[in-house]
């Protein structure tokens, strides 16, 4: 093995998992990406919020005039009670444009799939579905992947990109012998991603979110159809794996079907008119794996840190945790072409130390908003409902500003030509 390229096997789908692949191909390092299910796009339905610096990460991989054709620009947040009371107007959306010269794209996580999976060269060679898997082991030279089929994939190193219930994450902890039997990830909250025809009363490009006592509503409306997220408690805290039949799924929605997701639109109106096929009643798991790596095997996005829907982040944390990655890959590589276990475990340790602090933040900031928005505590209650409308959302907007304008990039590509207002922290290499 040690003859020949240095191939890296993804685990995982996804769009993380494809923009990884997207990236290694951009630093001409070999890859494969496996797949569980029969098809990439499974899940569809779900929508997807791309801020600004993972808009130009894609710019970066050439795609940002197909994500154009797909995706809907954001505006402006309206802040609603379940009564339609509209409680905040924010056009921080829009404003991040003029700050960082990049939109804040809304679309379809089917769509965004599509997109990265197009653009990857000789994509139907190099990305296997159906393809699930049994064990893994790793040696002095690489790595083996054993998959129910029967098959083995060899390569140099791994990289799981498979969710919150990672097979990667669970080999991890085997072969370093760190299990303590606990999962890392715990469900506080469930609910329903599904999307629909749009209707009157939805206005484009505007992002609603309804709060109230226990759950909370977000919906978009982007060309032609909206899509939504709604969240609620569970009765308790879970770390198991769950499914929910359809029959749950619709019980959920009779809950909501009064609340308002815009000033004249209840939920039970985008209810009837919802694509059931692609809805998915699901837990939204929180929590940080604590070894992201062990010799071969690594972790990116949901595998190794998961935070709920409400702040929009987890694709998006996940995605400049691959672009990093990428970069600490290459620069490994240029050293020596073959590296041993020991100096990739070097580089892997470099990838946690610098993404696990940058996470964190994220993480962080979705954990208290989505307990705000849902009104968890009276404190939570009193911040939502009182101090954060008084005080208008600048600082925070603020401090999302700072998160966005330290984004990854990719540090062997030509960096993009937009600008806004505000510099980048990172840049890639200049444009010939």
Not at 44 to 55: K, M, N, Q
Not at 102 to 123: K, M, W
Not at 163 to 174: C, D, F, L, M
Not at 316 to 340: C, D, I, V, W, Y
Request: charged share 25%; with cysteine.
């Amino acid at each position: 093995m040690s003859e020949r390229p240095f191939r890296v096997i993804i685990v995982g789908a996804g769009p993380v998992g494809l923009y990884l692949a997207g990236a290694l191909s951009k630093a001409n390092i070999d890859f494969v990406v496996l797949e569980q299910y029969h098809s990439i796009s499974t899940n569809a339905g779900a929508g997807i919020i791309i801020w600004p610096h993972s808009v130009r990460l894609l710019d970066q991989l050439g795609l940002l005039d197909e994500m154009k054709k797909i995706s809907g620009d954001f505006d402006n947040k309206t802040d609603l009670l379940q009564n339609g009371q509209v409680i905040r107007l924010s056009p921080v959306m829009g404003l991040m444009e003029k700050r960082f010269g990049y939109p804040t794209f809304g679309t379809s996580r089917g769509d965004l799939i599509r997109v990265l999976y197009e653009g990857l060269p000789n994509h139907e060679d190099r990305v296997k579905t159906n393809a699930r898997i049994v064990d893994m082991e790793t040696n002095a030279e690489g790595v083996r992947v054993h998959l129910k089929d029967g098959t083995v994939e060899e390569g140099s190193i791994v990289v799981g990109t498979d969710g919150v219930h990672s097979k990667t994450r669970e080999a991890i902890q085997r072969l370093s012998n760190t299990s303590t039997g606990k999962h890392p990830m715990t469900a506080t909250f469930y609910g329903i991603y599904g999307n629909a025809p749009a209707i009157d009363g939805c206005e484009v490009g505007m992002f609603y979110e309804t709060r109230g006592p226990g759950r909370v509503i977000q919906l978009s409306c982007m060309g032609d159809r909206m899509f939504y997220a709604l969240l609620k408690t569970l009765d308790r805290p879970t770390t198991e794996k769950r499914s929910y039949s359809a029959e749950e799924m619709e019980q959920v929605a009779v809950e909501f079907a009064e609340d308002f997701v815009t000033p004249t639109v209840k939920f039970k109106e985008v209810w009837a008119v919802t694509d059931k096929t692609t809805a998915r009643l699901v837990n939204q798991e929180e929590g940080f794996a604590e070894k992201w790596y062990h010799e071969r095997i690594a972790l990116v996005g949901d595998s190794a840190h998961k935070m709920t829907s409400i702040t929009g982040q987890g694709f998006n944390s996940g995605m400049h945790s691959a672009a990093f990655l990428a970069n600490e890959l290459r620069k490994t590589l240029q050293s020596n072409p073959n590296p041993t276990t020991e100096v990739l475990e070097e580089t892997f340790a470099r990838y946690q130390r610098a993404r696990e602090g940058e996470t964190q933040a994220l993480f962080q900031n979705g954990l208290d908003a989505t307990r705000q928005v849902t009104w968890y505590s009276w404190r939570a209650w009193v911040l939502d409902r009182f101090i954060f409308p008084w005080l208008d959302g600048t600082h925070k907007f603020e401090q999302f500003c700072g998160l966005i304008r330290g984004g990854q990039v990719l540090d062997y590509v030509p960096a993009p030509v937009r600008k806004g207002k505000l510099p980048w922290l990172r840049n890639g290499v200049s444009p010939p």
